[in-house]
């Protein structure tokens, strides 16, 4: 069902930095905001990113957000170990067939 | 502070019924949506659909659409996701999510702990 594509996974060491990419369309990314959500292990999701590149409180400014086109990126500098999670992208999903539902990406598990 | 507090862990039988919920504390409870979605073991985010407690306006996934009743009670600030004959690929976690506004784009900022249903004969 996820029409949004992330690589599977990325790895780093702690201290460096990682990057992860969300792929989509003109109809979902191309149009609306994307947020990211961060998932630890055996826990509920949690908004990491809004409105492409804005932190709710709390989060700190080692995790940043981006847009171009009908790309997003997420980065995360220096690394710790308790960054390893499942991250996910999201945006609203604006075709005619499935206009207003939102989509996930395919989520990618970051290793430190 | 704004919370969403589901109910319990539930198992079921295949082609029993089932309604969970999602009490709210803190939001305004008509002004939010209220989002559900699910993730089947070892899975991604899947989106399930959406409800304005404020109006009942209601909207599904087409993945989801006649497959789940999505409802909520403003008296009691509590939104349910409810199944008629459950399966037993509806074994999954549920979570809900709050989400401020569709026509601004908004993501979903604040989720409950899940609550877990296993559907096994």
């Known amino acids: 069902q996820s029409v949004l594509t992330q690589p599977p996974s990325v790895s780093a060491a702690p201290g460096q930095k990682v990057t992860i990419s969300c792929s989509g369309s003109?109809?979902?990314?191309?149009?609306?905001?994307v947020s990211w959500y961060q998932q630890l292990p055996g826990t509920a999701p949690k908004l990491l990113i809004y409105?492409?590149?804005k932190r709710p409180s709390g989060i700190p400014d080692r995790f940043s957000g981006s847009k171009s086109g009908t790309s997003a990126a997420l980065g995360i500098t220096g690394l710790q170990t308790g960054d390893e999670a499942a991250y996910f992208c999201?945006?609203?999903?604006?075709?005619?067939?499935?206009?207003?539902?939102?989509?996930f990406g395919t989520g990618t598990k970051v290793t430190v | 502070e704004v919370q969403l507090v589901q109910s319990g862990a539930e198992v079921k039988k295949p082609g029993e019924s089932l309604k969970i919920s999602c009490k709210d504390s803190?939001?305004?409870?008509?002004?939010?949506?209220i989002a559900w979605v699910r993730q089947m073991p070892g899975k991604g985010l899947e989106w399930m659909g959406i409800?304005?407690?404020?109006?009942?306006?209601?909207r599904y996934s087409p993945s989801f659409q006649g497959q789940v009743t999505i409802s909520a009670d403003k008296s009691i600030s509590t939104a349910y996701l409810q199944w008629s004959s459950l399966k037993a690929s509806d074994t999954a976690i549920y979570y809900c999510?709050?989400?401020?506004?569709?026509?601004?784009?908004?993501?979903?900022?604040?989720w409950g702990q899940g609550t877990t249903v296993t559907v096994s004969s």
């Open positions: 999510a709050s989400v401020l506004s569709i026509a601004a784009g908004a993501g979903l900022d604040v």
């Open positions: 803190g939001h305004i409870f008509t002004t939010y949506w």
């Open positions: 409800i304005y407690p404020g109006d009942s306006d209601t």
């Open positions: 003109s109809s979902n990314i191309g149009i609306n905001y």
């Open positions: 409105d492409n590149h």
């Open positions: 999201g945006t609203w999903e604006s075709s005619l067939s499935t206009g207003g539902s939102y989509v």
